[in-house]
């Protein structure tokens, strides 16, 4: 006989912990309304890596840039069955991210490989200033 775990799988009985002491209020939303992403400088370039696992990145994805924000559109339609058993998970996820001022749209670049999103941002040499560190009092 399978037990409980096994037959609906740990996702649906466990939430993931890392999620939750990432967000103590993360248990409050839906885990298909927000794409997890990452995001970082690296080498004078604005670097969004986002997780679509499953997704169709021509059909499913798309990408928009307007008033110097990025938007990050997916719709799901995922479908499963098996021998007296179906499962269905569909639903639109979106991320929405400020990008350095002077960036010019033509120049975003976006790739897809096992799931994972990167959108690549040249940064414009004005947003490559120097960091100025900020003394703390006591």
Known sequence: ??????????????????????????????????????????????????ELPGMDPEKDVEITVSGGVLCLHAERHEERKEAHHSEFRYGSLSRSLTLPEGVTADDIKATYDKGILTITVPMPESAKKEAKRIAIEK
Do not use: C, H, Q
């Open 1 to 50: 006989m399978m037990g409980a775990l096994e037959r609906w799988g740990s996702r649906t009985l466990f939430p993931d912990l890392f999620e939750l002491l990432e967000s103590p209020w993360g248990m409050l939303r839906t885990a298909e309304g927000t794409i997890r992403i990452e995001d970082y400088i690296d080498n004078g370039k604005y670097v969004i890596r986002a």
